[in-house]
């Protein structure tokens, strides 16, 4: 990710950033299919997937730990 994609993350709410999520791990498990099915070129797509659900989840709990 880039820092301005970081940025934008930081600046969401809670319930964008649940969003978000929702649509990052639908989108690893669709790469999973793919890749079985032996459609992904790029295995780094779900390397950088996970760490973008990663990123999210950090910033979720970081959100809900200053409330």
């Keep these: 990710m880039k820092t301005k994609d970081i940025q934008k993350l930081k600046d969401?709410?809670?319930?964008?950033?649940?969003?978000?999520?929702?649509?990052?791990?639908?989108?690893?498990?669709?790469?999973?299919?793919?890749?079985?099915?032996g459609k992904v070129k790029?295995?780094?797509?779900?390397?950088?997937?996970k760490k973008k659900i990663a990123r999210i989840l950090t910033f979720i709990k970081g959100n809900e730990a200053t409330k």
Excluded at 16 to 34: P, Y
């Design 12 to 37: 969401k709410n809670i319930a964008e950033l649940q969003k978000t999520l929702k649509e990052a791990r639908e989108e690893l498990r669709a790469l999973k299919f793919d890749l079985v099915a």
């Design 42 to 49: 790029n295995i780094k797509l779900i390397q950088e997937t």
